[in-house]
């Protein structure tokens, strides 16, 4: 059978899958790349981004070339309009030979607007203003003055210079000054924080890499005489001198409601070149997310951290020491109400574990309600773990609770949980909280 014959039985669809087929295969060669648009950006910092686009050799490697410069592009958050266009070299020119033309539209000057946080891990959630100068020197620097007003950081603004340096590689500079006033709902007490650092970023082993130095000054205090005498013993001013490491490594498929992809994120701090803090402190976060039939997916967790003073007899400062118990924590237990106490206000830990399994699944029922369905999920979960001042009583009476709730995806930013929770195990010292618990945050256990 000849191939005129072997075409003519072949269906339509098997006809044009075999069309697009030969197409994509078609030998191409590159033989410029134009840039249109640019006013105030220099063209070499987006040069690189676009190299890739002159190795391709068939049309699929020049269409998948040109869609990852373009998601890479936009992730320098330095133009609102990005296009890239394929045509061929000249009408009389070999069908082999295209130009590729690259439109874009820069972002504004200055920019500003308003937006909802949620720290991580907790109920509290901060409204914040900004204001951005974008690109200063036309190498994508910028410069971002924040206000922000929340529950627990009562006050705060801060001023961030960003240089990048090897945008291709996500690597850049910060340099930034802060203040704020925050407040501890569960110690009852406040603190004025003042802060200067400077950060690297750096992607690398497979994931991101931040490097930090910070010099922080700080003043606790109080208001009334209700404070328990070892709250009181951390009044005062405070100085720490710190040098920071993160990496964070994520493959899951949604950062908020995800399906299956894992997490990996590693802290460590140094503190004690000068001030009044001598501590290693580290602390690991890691999640796995596998999907499961029926359209069931489930995550565990598992958490753990420890400081250790640097100087014997050295005291660790009540803000940095680990706090567990809450709807980001062990859920069915209080914000902090896990752990060593003073007249039932806690006072951290110096070592933590916790473990979490969580069920989840889209909404039992198509086609969603009003659309809220896509961004909801049902979940179970069992919490364990434990928070405690001496390493040889942390698996001694580990924490143990369950329970059934709602999650609720929030503009892609973060997710709000509505939870029925039990507590299984608990300390006298503890403060349960059984029953409905509203949480907010973006990492839970």
Known sequence: MDLEEQLDKLTPEQRNALGQMLILRHEVRVNSVNIEGLRSINSDIIIPFLKPLLKSQSLEELIKASANAKGQLSSIDAFSYISINIAKHAKDADLNQVNVTVSVKENRKVGFGVFIN??????DGSCNGYTTLRNLFGRLESLTFRYSKGSSK???????????????????????????????????FHSNDMVGEVQYQVGGFGGLNKFKVAALWQQIYGAGNAVPVKLREEYGHHTKFSAHHTY???????????????????????????????????????????????????TVTARAGFIRPLVEGSRVSITDRFYCGGPGSIRGFFSDGIGPKADTKPLGGLFHWGLG??????????????????????????????LESEPA?????????????????????????????????????DVVNQGLQFGIGLNFL
């Open 118 to 123: 949620s720290d991580v891990n907790s109920a």
């Open 154 to 188: 009562l006050t705060g603004c801060d001023l961030t210079f960003n240089k990048p340096l090897f945008p291709q590689t996500n690597s850049h500079v910060q340099a930034s000054l802060s203040s704020s006033e925050n407040f501890s709902r569960t110690a009852g």
């Open 248 to 298: 964070t490594r994520d493959t899951r498929d949604d950062i908020l409601t995800p399906t299956r992809g894992s997490r990996f994120s590693l802290s460590t701090e140094l503190a004690g070149f000068l001030g009044d803090s001598n501590h290693l402190k580290v602390d690991a976060d890691v999640s796995k997310t596998t999907r499961l039939p029926f359209g069931l997916s489930s």
């Open 357 to 386: 399994l969580s069920l989840h699944r889209q909404l039992p029922f198509k086609p969603y309600i009003w659309g809220l369905g896509k961004f909801m999920r049902l979940h179970s979960f069992v919490n364990t773990g434990a």
């Open 393 to 429: 009583s942390l698996f001694r009476n580990p924490r143990l609770s369950v329970g059934s709730g709602l999650i609720i995806k929030v503009a892609d930013r973060f997710k709000m949980e509505i939870n029925y929770a039990v507590p299984l195990r608990h300390q006298p010292t």
